[in-house]
Every structure is written in C-alpha cells, then in structure tokens.
C-alpha cells in the first residue's frame, strides 16, 4: 500500500507538471461556480422499492462522469482518425475536459453527500495515468510526430489506419468493458503481420510502427498490473441495472434487453435492464414507449446524462439544469452539455431530445 502511494503520488506530480506547462483553455464552460444542481434534488431515496441487491448510491450518477468521458475521448479520437492522423489531434484539450468535468460533477455531490473515498481515489489514478498518456503523446507527436506527418490530401500511411481501426475497436469496447480487458496483444500482432513495411511515406511507416508498438507495449504492461490490483481490490461489476416503472412494459416485452422481474408493493413494475453503454438506447426505448421512471438503481433523485448539441442549442425546461458544456474538438459547431433532471422527470426529457434530434451521449445510470 505504501508503494502504491508513493507511486501514486509520484503520478500525480508528473501529471500536475505535463498540465501546467501547457495552461489554462477554454474547452469547457461552467453553468455557475460551485454547486448549481437545486439541493431538492440532492437527496437520498427514502422509500426505496427496488431489490437491496440492486441499489446503488444516489451520488455515482456524477460521479461516474469522468469514467465516460475516457470512454468518449477514443471516441472522438477514432471518429478524427478516420481522415486524419493523430499528430493533429488535440489532445491536450482533452486532459483539461477530464479534470474540469470531474471538478464540477464532485461541486455538485460536495456539501450533500459523504465524501466516497474509494471512488475518488480511482477516478484519479485513471485521470492521472490519461493525463501521464495524453500528455507524453502530445510532446512526442510535436517534437517528432510533425517531422515525418503527411500533408492533409495525402493518403494515410497503412499504420494510420490501423491506428484508426484499433482506435475504433477499443472506444467500442469500452463502452461495455473494463479498458484493461482489452485485447492489446492481438493488435500488436496485426500491427507487424498486416502492414507493408514498404510503401508510401516510409519515414512516417517506420515512425509510426515504433510509436504504435510502444504505446501497445505499454497498454500491455499496465493492463496486467491494473488487472491484478483490480481483481484484489473490487468485486465483479455488475452488468445490469433495476428500474421501477409506472406500468408494464406491454408493447415491448419481446425485448431480451428489458426483462420484467416482479411488482412493487404499490403495483408498480420492476424491471431488469443492461447497465453501461446499453443503458442509454433501453431507457429512451422505455420512454419512447410512455412508460415513466419511478426509480433507477434505487434512486429516485437527481440523474445526470449528456447530449451532443449544436452550439446555438439551449435548454429552457426548468426540470432541467446545465452544469456545464464541452467542445467537441474536432466538431466545429457541436457541443457536449451535461444536463440534471429527477428520475421522475427523466422520460420526458428523453421523448423531448428524441424529438428535438438530438444525440443521447449517455444517461450515468449510478
């Protein structure tokens, strides 16, 4: 354990360092300083009518942010590559929204809900050790990336594909498991047995097989080590979440996805639903179908979720606050906006951002 706080704090001081050196942006706009979610909605379920076994605490829905936004960020990485290399990709910005975001989800949960060191504890090693990552990639792609980059109406090198398409395979992946469950190896493999060593660009063949063997290598190394602390440390998550809901799901019971599991004492229906990435396309579907939450997880207050918007959008429903909106990077003109609303409010939003056409990021089910 003493180690693992050396090295930890070690860490942090090497990301601390990578982040300053590069300042302040102006990705991330803040709805207030401090906690601007209404206090009414902070609050624990006092009469809760799902299982006990699955219940999860009121404050994960914010802080389960900067979790996804690790997931968002190859996302987004993936989406560039499919037309750019990743010399250009503006990583840095990326660092500044992960800290930023988990600055104003913990605002929100500081004065009403006791301080869960466990969890804050991991979302900064992750934070940290995706700091240490973006930040050493960002100095490399400047520093020698550049040199050997192609021009931007020059056909990629067959290493920035594959760089892409393992990009795109693992912000897949992420979205239903853990990073270090990630077949690293096999793309490592591919790497040497499915790229031409000659061709166009040979410079920039030659860079890019190094850079991308070192980063395999060392995704490698640390998945290995985070697994074995992980498989000591934390029980198996749990892959679904429980939903009450006003009445039964009629007209879409023929969904495996959405299981009806029992009643309420009060006659409403309890649900079973996939957690994570799947959560968000089964409750606009329950929505969809006028079905309204009564409790998530056991929670029956505030619930986070983010949308991706136009810059000129905004919110004007008052069962809705903004906490704050990101820039997509590589997008122009579109935005993330993190928005809270109650469970009970939560199907009426959805139908609305369905009908409005706007895209569910993800709703941060606890």
Known sequence: MKRLTIFNLICLVLAAFIFLLKGDDQSTNLAGVGLVVNKAWLVENKNVQTPEPDKRPADQTFLTYPEWFLVFSPVEQADYYQSHTSTTFPIIKHIHQVWDGYEVVSDQIEEDFEYNDDYHTMIKVISISTTIEYGLKAWYEKIVGRVTDTHPHEAL??????????????????????????????????????????????????????????????????????????????????????????????????????????????????????????????????????????????????????????????????????????????????????????????????????????????????
């Open 157 to 366: 090198t067959e290493e920035d594909q594959f760089n892409g398409k393992f990009t795109r395979d693992y912000s897949n992946f992420l979205g239903a498991q853990p990073w270090y469950e990630f077949d690293f190896t096999s793309r490592l493999i591919s790497l040497w047995t499915e790229t031409s060593f000659f061709g166009p660009h040979l410079m920039r063949k030659a860079e890019r097989r190094y850079f991308l063997t070192t980063e395999l290598l060392c995704k490698i190394a640390y998945a290995k080590l985070i697994k074995m602390g992980t498989q000591s440390m934390y029980e198996k998550p749990v892959l679904t979440t429980v939903i009450v809901l006003d009445k039964s799901p009629e007209g879409i019971k023929g969904d495996s996805a959405i299981e009806e599991i029992g009643k309420t004492e009060g006659g409403d229906t309890i649900v079973r639903v996939p957690r994570y990435a799947e959560f968000t396309p089964a409750a606009v579907q329950l929505a969809k179908a006028g079905l309204s939450f009564k409790e998530i997880a056991g929670n029956n207050s505030a619930i986070l979720l983010t949308v991706l918007t136009p810059q000129e959008y905004k919110f004007k429903d008052e069962t809705v606050q903004v906490i704050f909106e990101q820039l997509i990077t590589t997008k122009e003109n579109q935005k993330r906006v993190a928005v809270v609303t109650t469970v009970p409010h939560l199907s009426a939003l959805l139908v609305q951002l369905v009908d409005n056409n706007i895209t569910i990021e993800h709703i941060y089910d606890y």
